[in-house]
């Protein structure tokens, strides 16, 4: 299921039209989305249903909306466990597909950047705070329902779950999706969400911002070069809440775009549709 840089130059800063997500049905509950290694998955159960993932009590609206997600090493399998608005107890045995990652080797960073010393980890670290702090955020509302669309179109550099090589040293695997484009790109808001963090200048990630989408779901958006939004703020899916840059670890200009179901990390790339080209 992997999406590989198939998008080539500029394309349109206009979001691509969203498009419905894979749907299937199990039971009483109707899924969107993709059941497999990075996916989220988006449910609607009858109302006054309550679910658990793999015994984790996952919050539902009052009209039987859930959503779960899976991460980049998660397992052949996942138990879904529901308890229907008569009592009845159901459980589903979810199969989650595996995928095969890529290896991405980068090349000419500064050494400080692979290798932080005492005083850089101690800024890491409260960067780290911060973004653990949102990712464990469980709002009510459920901003993550509907379409998506991608915050910015362009070239796609780097792809969610590639196992990194940094200056020949190996890290942790990417988690998100990189578009290259220019510095100043404007960058729109692919849901509606709350900002969560809105950091001018993180170690690593430069300018960051997060979004919450509720239940959750968090998005994140980093290396800006300008951020068009504060912390506490409400927005609406498309309004531009930044630029792209080349801040913080990067070789060159592009926006990462991240997305989170709490500390799960998942694949942006499999809630919208594929990037349009030019």
């Not at 498009?19 to 993709?34: E, H, K, N, Y």
């Not at 910015?152 to 998100?176: K, M, W």
Request: glycine share 12%; aromatic share 6%.
């Amino acid at each position: 299921m992997r999406r590989r840089d198939l998008a080539r130059g500029a394309l349109s800063l206009v979001p691509a039209m969203a498009l419905p997500l894979p749907a299937w049905s199990a039971g009483r509950v109707a899924f969107s989305g993709q059941p497999t290694q990075g996916g989220l998955v988006f449910a609607k159960a009858p109302p006054g249903t309550r679910a658990a993932l793999d015994g984790r009590t996952l919050r539902v609206t009052a009209d039987g909306r859930f959503v779960f997600g899976f991460g980049r090493d998660q397992g052949a399998s996942a138990t879904l466990l529901l308890i229907h608005p008569d009592g009845a107890r159901e459980s589903q045995a979810l199969d989650v597909k595996p995928r095969r990652f890529d290896v991405q080797r980068i090349d000419g960073l500064p050494p400080k950047m692979v290798e932080p010393d005492e005083n850089d980890l101690e800024r890491i670290k409260l960067d780290q705070q911060a973004i653990t702090k949102a990712r464990a955020r469980d709002s009510e509302e459920a901003m993550w329902a509907g379409p998506w669309v991608w915050p910015v179109t362009g070239r796609i550099s780097g792809v969610y779950g590639s196992q990194r090589i940094l200056n020949g040293q190996p890290r942790r695997p990417h988690y998100g999706v990189d578009v290259a484009m220019p510095v100043g790109t404007p960058i729109v808001a692919p849901a509606m969400g709350i900002v969560s963090v809105a950091h001018g200048d993180m170690y690593f990630t430069g300018g960051t911002i997060i979004l919450d989408h509720g239940h959750g779901v968090g998005s994140l958006y980093a290396h800006l070069s300008a951020l068009d939004v504060v912390e506490g703020q409400r927005v609406k899916q498309g309004a531009q809440i930044g630029r792209v840059g080349a801040t913080g670890r990067v070789t060159g200009a592009h926006l990462h775009w991240g997305m989170t179901w709490f500390a799960v990390n998942v694949d942006p790339v499999l809630v919208v549709p594929p990037m349009p080209k030019s």
